[in-house]
């Protein structure tokens, strides 16, 4: 689109950022703009020389910007990839005020480079067995959600695994079909905040481009993923070859002796793509390696890249280690070969005096591991956000731990430090790292819905999406949702479903995909009520299955007893029975390893090996009964000669009867109809009990007429109906 189009011009005062303030760490005081000829490098391009250009060209324009003219919108996404595409479409379907910003001519330019070998690890399963459109977004890990169904990815691969060359096209498709509003060729370099009390959040987001064009935004959502590469430094990383640029051409390792630093799928993608023609490949990390069918997280190891595991443990020269990669350090010979040793024998030592005056290992210890020389040495580290273009107002900062790649953001995926700042997408899988799939396309494609649903109900009195059902129809459609919802499947333990109940549990509110992190918040963030209770339904495995050195396949690993059903290993649906919302300080002090705080109640679905929880007596009637001695009533429905017997015995009619029977609503009576309920032995055959004498069996009106006469009903057909066995 061009530049200005769609936009609304603004003035402001006065900049967040004053000439004198100081600007974010590793931002340049101000100078003449470096020469952008030394850009000129594709591998240098993508990682580096955007990221030192905006920085400079910022710093030079800063006293500029005061006063200057911004181009406004209420919404700024920053990146065209899946998740900013994703959002895109929500806003635009909505009617907002929202641009898109692309530092590239097209959409998914991580993708036009990674994976450098092109495979992608998420799944495209053409065929499920079942028609259901939403059940089979469960095995289809690259679609976005649209309207749209020729913007599924299956009728763009039949692959099971994609080239993401095919990915790529498939973004650019999903951009132009659906005429959004991406802005290309547009790198953000620098973003930084003006408090205003008329902005929705109390502050405004001001954005420079690397042509020094300014934005203004009342919302920011971050969709710019991980795309700056994981560094170590260490004596002699000047020798090692980096994912991003390392040849891929497996005759250019023939006859060579190769070590990987890293043990994810990048680093066993570049091994497997050399593993015929090496001498054999080392790989060492400082953890051990995670498989994710052990770990059911799948960004661990996936067994399409695993084949150097197989020819290690078969000793077939390959090997893993284990190592801190800080430790190491790199010493050159006279002959180009690489030799490993450790950090602490450089010390006080020249490392250009030559190799014959430094200490090797096997100086030491003549079995050392990695004694031979390499030919080659490939960084494979993975990938970080980029904190370098938000100014110290933002309070963007970086997570700690093992998230520290990741930005420190809630559970509603708002910045910790910014209101009105979100992040989508890779760069918000801090919220679930090593636990659900919220870095990945088949994830966060419904937590961008779900923060996009938080915005309509904060910005524009949207509340969260609902439909209300009489109570009857509670166990149907909890059943169905298990069964088919997307979301709460590829987001277990993040996303719920949540049923508020309506007062005395005559009727529910059902709201879809919240995520359960913020439960305590949820009437502010949803703009709905939870007076009388509510259940929440989520997807989670047993509690003590996953785990890098678990036994995924030990004997009896799987329960099919419903009464088991809380020992289920697999992925299966849980119910959390709440009497009140959950306040802020029980969600805080939450058992470990809890996605919620103890419940009033809590029901597990037994796991089922077809994912199929519609079994009468497994799945439906355990969950039946739990829902029913939660509320204090019977869910059953009932035909209207049971009701009218009810109404004898009972103070309180069954919800069915209530808005069935009672309302003259329901099934009509006919004689088929009585008559299988007297084969079933749920109602007496009365025309064996008939007094009269002439009227016809068959009769309805004769029926009814019967019932009303003053003879004494006898107990053992409703005793039979209270204890009934067939209670589904």
């Excluded at 987001?205 to 991980?226: E, M, P, W």
């Excluded at 260490?234 to 051409?249: D, K």
């Excluded at 204090?632 to 029977?661: I, M």
Aim: overall charge positive; some cysteine; charged content about 20%.
């Amino acid at each position: 689109m061009a530049a200005g189009s769609g936009w609304r011009w603004a003035k402001t005062v006065r900049s967040g950022v004053s000439c004198g303030e100081a600007a974010a760490p590793g931002v340049m005081p101000p100078g003449p703009l470096p020469f952008r000829a030394g850009c000129a490098s594709p591998a240098m391009a993508p990682a580096v020389c955007g990221t030192l250009l905006g920085l400079a060209m910022y710093a030079s324009g800063l006293c500029a910007v005061s006063g200057a003219a911004f181009l406004y919108h209420d919404y700024c996404v920053i990146g065209a990839g899946p998740a900013g595409l994703q959002a895109a479409y929500f806003l635009q379907r909505a009617g907002r005020d929202y641009i898109v910003f692309e530092r590239s001519h097209a959409p998914g330019s991580f993708f036009a480079l990674y994976p450098r070998h092109r495979k992608l690890i998420s799944i495209n399963k053409q065929y499920t067995g079942k028609s259901n459109s939403e059940f089979n977004l469960r095995h289809d890990w690259n679609s976005l959600l649209s309207h749209d169904r020729r913007l599924l990815f299956r009728r763009y691969s039949r692959d099971f695994f994609p080239n993401a060359d095919t990915m790529v096209r498939y973004l650019e498709d999903f951009a132009s079909l659906l005429k959004l509003r991406v802005q290309y060729n547009t790198a953000i370099i620098h973003v930084t905040l003006e408090k205003n009390e008329q902005a929705w959040n109390g502050h405004y987001f001001f954005l420079i481009d690397q042509d020094r064009k300014n934005y203004k935004c009342s919302s920011l959502l971050v969709a710019a993923g991980t795309w700056v590469p994981n560094v170590v430094n260490f004596p002699g990383s000047e020798y090692v070859e980096g994912y991003e640029t390392v040849s891929i051409n497996p005759e250019d390792f023939t006859g060579q002796t190769v070590l990987i630093l890293g043990r994810g799928n990048s680093a066993f993608e570049t091994a497997e793509n050399i593993l015929g023609v090496t001498n054999f490949i080392h790989m060492v990390s400082r953890s051990r390696v995670r498989l994710s069918w052990a770990t059911h997280y799948v960004g661990d190891l996936r067994a399409i890249n695993n084949g150097l595991l197989d020819t290690y443990q078969l000793k077939s020269l390959d090997g893993l280690l284990e190592g801190d990669l800080e430790d190491l350090a790199i010493v050159k010979d006279k002959k180009g070969k690489l030799h490993i040793t450790l950090r602490f024998y450089l010390e006080n030592r020249n490392i250009s005096a030559g190799i014959d005056s430094i200490t090797l290992p096997q100086d030491e210890l003549d079995n050392f591991a990695t004694r031979a020389p390499y030919d080659r040495v490939i960084r494979c580290l993975g990938w970080k956000f980029d904190f370098s273009i938000y100014n110290r107002s933002v309070r963007m900062m970086p997570g700690k731990g093992n998230i520290k790649k990741y930005p420190q953001i809630k559970a509603s995926y708002e910045s910790r430090g910014t209101r009105g700042l979100f992040v989508l997408g890779t760069a918000s899988h801090s919220v679930d790292f090593r636990k659900s799939a919220g870095g990945f396309i088949h994830g966060f494609r419904y937590t961008t819905r779900a923060v996009h649903r938080l915005l309509e109900n904060r910005h524009h009195g949207v509340p969260w999406p609902s439909t209300v059902y009489p109570i009857t129809q509670l166990t149907n459609s909890i059943i169905k949702r298990v069964n088919e919802a997307s979301g709460l499947y590829q987001m277990f333990s993040v996303l719920a479903d949540i049923i508020l109940l309506r007062e005395n549990a005559t009727a529910f509110e059902y709201l879809e995909e919240y995520p359960v992190g913020v439960l305590s918040e949820l009437e502010m963030q949803t703009g709905r009520k939870a007076r009388s209770g509510l259940f929440v339904i989520i997807m989670e495995y047993g509690r003590n299955f996953s785990g890098a050195d678990k036994d995924v396949f030990y004997y009896n690993r799987a329960v099919g007893e419903a009464q088991h059903a809380w020992q289920s290993n697999f992925l299966h649906p849980v119910i959390y029975y709440y009497k009140h919302l959950p306040t802020e300080r029980e969600m805080r002090l939450r058992p470990p390893d809890w996605p919620l705080p103890r419940p009033n109640a809590i029901h597990h679905i037994v796991e089922d090996f077809l994912t199929d929880w519609t079994a009468p007596n497994a799945h439906i009637l355990p969950l039946r009964r739990f829902l029913e001695n939660c509320l204090g009533t019977d869910l059953r429905n009932f035909f209207a000669e049971s009701c009218f017997l009810f109404a004898f015995t009972h103070q309180k009619l069954p919800p069915s009867c209530q808005q069935g029977y009672v309302r003259m609503q329901g099934l009509l009576g006919s004689q088929e109809l009585r008559q299988h309920a007297v084969q079933a032995g749920l109602l007496q055959d009365y025309t064996h009990t008939d007094l009269s004498g002439d009227r016809p069996p068959d009769s309805h009106h004769g029926s009814q007429e019967h019932l009303m006469r003053d003879h004494g009903i006898p107990l053992r057909p409703l005793q039979h109906l209270v204890n009934a066995k067939d209670e589904l």
